[in-house]
Each structure stands twice: as structure tokens, then as C-alpha cells.
């Protein structure tokens, strides 16, 4: 079945540590790629994304990830992490040609900053 | 900055109460989305729509309805709220008529926070 996995739950870093969330999907083509991230009690905000072309793309907030296709993997990070990271980050692909149009969310990870 | 517009931020009910949550975009987007999604959980699509009188069913079975009578508005509707009603609602638009990945790209409203009592 058609899946994307987000394997930490939670994941907790020091405020100026780099910070690597994981991502990864299975599906048989390669999909499109989103990054939301979600500040509590708001809704979701595009982080960045990657139809076709350079594997690593940058987003908002000094955010980037890097598409590899031989692991089906599509890894959100950030050199330096600051307090108003702390959030929790949804990937989601976008199955090729597929979902009637819609996005199939992981079940997000929770970021927390220690100061 | 997506303009994607949800009123009640946060509601407060009684059981049974007739509810309808607000949505808006002025962003001229055909396709627009609901979601629910339990505190610190995943999302689930309820309900989405590609344009005026559309509406489809999503991946999680939901006693709510929706309706699209104008592009830019898409209320859902609980005729008889019941505390598993409780959660966030988080409703989201696409410009789907655009093609190619574009159409996947969505923006979200900042969400209602129902309680049911």
C-alpha cells in the first residue's frame, strides 16, 4: 500500500544544534514532496517542496531537504535550530498521476528546543 | 501569505447542537479541502471539493457534511454535535485547474478548535 513514514515521533535538540527530520515514502514513481510545519493551535504552513530537478531544495525559515530516490527519502534540515522551531512537521507526497489530486500526510513529528 | 479564512477560531457546544464551521478563501483556488486532526495527531481528510457543486467524501468517514455553493466558500456543517466530534478542524485550498504539481500545493486556514460538551 501506499504509505509515507515519519519515524520519530518526537524529537527533541539543543536551540543552535543542526536538526535532520526523517522522511520517507513507498510508492512505485516518484511523487511530488511537501514539508508543512504547524506552530500549535495554527494550521499548516509550505515549508518547501520538490516536483522535478536539483534533489536538494531550500525553503522558508533557513529550512531545506534533499530528495533520494534510491531511498525513497525525503529529509527536512536545518543547520541551526532557533526556540521558534519548536512545532510539529508534516512531509507529504503527492502520488504521480494518483489520490484524485490529494496529498497523503505522514503523522508528523513534534520538535522540541531546549534552550 | 495564503488567505485562507476559518471562523469560529474556537467553539464551545453542547450535545446536539446544530454547528457550522466556516471557510474562505480569496484566493480564486477551485479546490478546497477539510481536515480533522486529534491534538498532536495526523491529519485526516474529511471532505474536499474541486469546484461549485462538488463535494467528495475523503479518507475518514465523518457524520459531518459540506456544501459548495460559491468557489470561495466551503462550510461544513454537523447537524447533531456528539463529544467525538471533538477535535480540530482545518480546512485548505489548491489551485487544482493549474495542472502539473501545482495543483498538489495546498494552503491551510488556521483551523477551529471544537469542543463538544
Known amino acids: 500500500a501506499q504509505s509515507v513514514t515519519q519515524p520519530d515521533i518526537h524529537i527533541t535538540v539543543s536551540e543552535g544544534a543542526s536538526l535532520e527530520l526523517r522522511c520517507n515514502y513507498s510508492?512505485?514513481?516518484?511523487?511530488?514532496l511537501f514539508w508543512y510545519v504547524q506552530s500549535p493551535g495554527q494550521g499548516l504552513q509550505l515549508l518547501l517542496k520538490y516536483f522535478s530537478g536539483d534533489t536538494l531544495v531550500q525553503g522558508i525559515k533557513g529550512f531545506e531537504a534533499e530528495f533520494k530516490r534510491s531511498q525513497s527519502s525525503f529529509n527536512l534540515r536545518k543547520p541551526s535550530v532557533h526556540w521558534s522551531d519548536a512545532a510539529e512537521y508534516f512531509c507529504a507526497v503527492a502520488p504521480y498521476g494518483g489520490s484524485q489530486g490529494n496529498l497523503i500526510f505522514g503523522k508528523g513529528t513534534k520538535l522540541s528546543v531546549k534552550p | 501569505e495564503a488567505d485562507i479564512y476559518q471562523t469560529p477560531r474556537y467553539l464551545v457546544i453542547g450535545t446536539g447542537k446544530k454547528i457550522t464551521l466556516e471557510c474562505s478563501q480569496t484566493m480564486g483556488h477551485d479546490k478546497m479541502y477539510w481536515y480533522q486532526q486529534d491534538p498532536g495527531m495526523e491529519l485526516h481528510l474529511i471532505h474536499y471539493s474541486y469546484g461549485v457543486n462538488s463535494t467528495e467524501k475523503g479518507d475518514l468517514s465523518s457524520e459531518s457534511t459540506v456544501s459548495r455553493i460559491r468557489t470561495e466558500h466551503f462550510p461544513l456543517t454537523l447537524e447533531s454535535a456528539r463529544p467525538s466530534h471533538t477535535s480540530q478542524y482545518l480546512c485548505?485550498?489548491?489551485?487544482?485547474?493549474?495542472?502539473?504539481?501545482?495543483?498538489?500545493?495546498?494552503?491551510f486556514g488556521p483551523g477551529t478548535r471544537l469542543t463538544v460538551t
Open positions: 510508492y512505485g514513481a516518484t511523487p511530488y
Open positions: 485548505a485550498s489548491s489551485e487544482y485547474r493549474a495542472g502539473g504539481p501545482t495543483r498538489y500545493e495546498q494552503y
